[in-house]
């Protein structure tokens, strides 16, 4: 029962994770499910929906396909579907009925290119992992099949091309990054510091610029979804690999620092600190194991577990590289001590130190944030904390005051944990990937110097979310402050 969950969400599914990627590219992706998993996806997980064209389907199963088996009817659905809108690639994943069929994805994509000429791929996906591993995949895809190989041999030996530095920016998807101007900002920030973008992938680029990624003289991975395709990429071309994301003045400069020196030099490196922190030594920043392969997760044998974690000081949760970079602004920025990690995705990319956590389970993450001091994650995640999960006398709060006003009765107005301490904070930074539309509107710009004021007023200023944006949308008559 521990993996029971009463009161947080659950992370965009592994083929939401691709589609996401593959939306602006010209292709055709078809969920291979029941009816309802392509609403699920566009009304909470996908933001480009309504402004932007696609083609994601659903294949619509119906309760004799599961019965009798029919992937004839799915081959043929598609290739028709193809003839007609002439995608660039077709790719075909899997909700959970295809998983229990043991439907082979991949072998359905092979006939689907044999009769239509489409490059076509699948992928056995279950909808049950998170986005991460559907959108890793998919970024490997995309470079493995369509990636060219650069005419010249400059980087394979270590030498860099005269003129701007050439980078392009990997793992960038609206799931991580929204639409709320964090990729303009990224864009900003790169080409303001001289550097040239090839390819940003895969949001505002195309199928061509993702030809013309071998060009790079860096690759910028800013999520661990381009865990694979940064590694591929250095392995087939000798692109070295930045990792990190560039919150707050430290991680911005280093960050533009970091490429230059890895455009030079060929080697791969990371915006963060190693195991120990205090060594503040010229290696630190020099790493070549973003391939770690995270395998204790499934096998439950992961040294980052709820035993190991820390029992006080900062925690910061969600994706391992966006968190392990608000960790680095805390740390540089602002020189907090104590601040730990809680990974709730698959990929942890070695960042980890002793008393992080990773783990999904609801038990695991209301032990670990008792006697936290400071929480920065998504608005949900402040639903566990130990003020939340018992009756408590704050009716005389403003926050109460406000929030009964409005007739705000749900779980999200965020209480302060602890009466006695004043100072403790929860720094709401919403991720789409978790909590999907409920709280765009308060997905900050954190891409930047800038990052860092918006984080000093989290921390001086206990700030409360009364209502989520779809209860605003649900009820528009009624005037709710965004705080």
Known sequence: MKQAVRVLSTYSADLFGINSVLYELGGMVVMHDASGCNSTYNTHDEPRWYTMDSMIYISHMMENDVILGNDEK???DICDAAMEKKPRFIVVTAGLIPLFLSTDMKGIARIIQQRTGIPSFGFTTNAMDTYVL?????????????????S??????????????????????????SVTGNVEALTRLFEEAGFQIICTMAMGSTLDHIGRMGEADVNVALSSTARNASVYMKKKFGIPYVTGVPMGKYASEKMISLIREAAADGRCRSIFDGPDPSAKTSQTHIREDFSYADNEYKSRRDPHNIKQCATGGAFVIGEALAAASVRTCLEHDFGMKNVHLICTTEFTCGLLRDGDLHSREEEDLEKALAGAS?????????????????????????????????????????????????????????????SGRMYRSSIPVFIGPEFTGWMKEQLETQHIIYSNDIEQANHPFIDVPKY
């Open 374 to 434: 400071t929480v920065v994650g998504d608005p949900i995640f402040s639903r566990i904390l130990p003020g939340n999960r018992k009756p408590r006398s704050w009716s005389n709060s403003p926050a109460f005051i406000k929030a009964r006003d409005v007739k705000d009765q749900n779980m999200d107005t965020l209480k302060i944990a602890s009466e006695e301490d004043e100072s403790f904070r929860f720094a709401n930074l919403p991720h789409e990937a978790y």
């Open 74 to 76: 799915l081959i043929t």
């Open 134 to 150: 559907g959108a890793c995949a998919a970024q490997e895809m995309l470079v493995k099949n369509f990636c060219h190989d650069p």
């Open 152 to 177: 010249g041999s400059d980087k394979k030996e270590g030498k860099m091309a005269p003129g701007k530095i050439k980078i392009n920016l990997l793992g960038v998807n609206p799931l991580d990054f």
